[in-house]
């Protein structure tokens, strides 16, 4: 909890009443590998601050395979965003890869967090235009990159994950077949 | 709910009609599964034909087949491994027997999640199948650097059972005809043979294991090439005295050529009885999720043409499994 509060210092000036409320709508939870923190299907009022450990969010098409969207890892937040602010029921589910150590807050009170504390409002829209930025990198990726050049940037953005990861969790982050990524990692190895 | 019923014993197209009947529901130790996709052995084949009705009676009319994949849509009360919602695979015990149809209600000692990395039609060829060799080899304490020979190569049980050898560093036989030698060699089997030009036991010789999938003559004929104190499995050959009693038939005496030929060898003779259990079916997952195995899906049908499935069954030409699409 400390390096989160120390993260957003580092932003703002943090009020102790501001932390206070911070602590009041959080909750630091350990889970094990396997552990759903949000389920498919069901409605999503939490939202995760990892503080250690490796989860993911994916959705499973109609014949059963499962996609990636993201990993978290320290200091990544994860959650079904989609579901967060347009109260649908979740389209993701949110799991463990790894055992896992989170801050997980009630993410309507964090996102109204601006109300009562204005000094949030510029470092939240912040947080947003990254998210944003983030995301469009990842679907213009995707669009116009080779997967070998794909592999390579998903490498430097988490760069310890494949202790933590599945051959298949990369797949299908990439989009790629898992012999399509086999194959990728034998010519980097040649190289 | 529709579902496939057998209905007499006899001819599949007489024998086989779809029937409304009730949903069932989950009892305390159960999940109920709504159904997405279920596959037919040849185990299914012989108990419409009333092959099978001294060893496993059944109530007519009743649902077929036992392979299945689908959600978790309600659990009883002492399930606490599922949650609704849950993508699953299972192959059901002889008394839930009865995957053809909308939903089934399973043990949950009987479940497991479905690997992520394939569909739900690739998830239900693989378990019944996938145990069988898993139970069988593991019996056998397979290991790295085996020598193991693997009859009928291009089989629902061979194929799965060479890629489970391989994955455990074995290193592998496998017998098939001209036809299938490419495909079987891309399963990863060391030395294919050709049982239409070559004589296997002409070229194993000293084999630490024979995973028998043929039964008749082979059953014997294993230990022609199998190493001394080495052990021949068999899930179709004689049963074994051991499991013989467990079928309640006390006096029962391995056959002779059997009893002769491993005696000769000192080498272990034993039946396996495929059991479901979802501990096994997790391991599997593991593996197909590392890519260690992959599915094998001869045909997929849809529910209605169920039927036609089962005659291609019949045929004994499927290359993989063949699987029906429930919804």
Redesign the interface.
Known sequence: MKDLINKIKSSIDLTSEAEEFIYSISEEKKFSKGE?LI????AVKKTFFVTNGCLRS?C?DK????HTLLFAIKNWWISDYIAVHTDELATLTVECLTESSVIEFNAKELDGIHARFPEFESYQRHNLERHVVSLHKRILNQLQLSAPERYDLFLQQYPDIEQHT???HI??YLGIT??SL?RIRVEKVKK | MKALQIVKYGELKQSLAFNEVSKPTAQVNEVLIAVKAAAINPIDKSIILGNLQALLPIPLPSTSAYDVSGVVVEKGSNVSNFEIGDLVYSRVPQEQMGTLADFVAVTSEAVSKKPGNISFEEAAGLPLAALTALQSLEYANIKANDKVLIHAGSGGVGSFAIQYAKAKGAYVYTTTSTSNVDWVKKLGADRVIDYKTEDYKNIVKNADIVFDTLGKHYSAESFEVVKKGGIVVSVVGALDEESAKMFGIPDYKLPEEIANASKEKNATYKFIFMHPNGAHLNDIKSLIEDDKIKPIVDKIYPFPDAIQAFEHLATGRAKGKIVIKIS
């Open positions: 759903v389920r498919e299907g069901q994916f499973v014949n059963g395979k499962e599945r051959n298949f797949a299908s898992q012999q086999s």
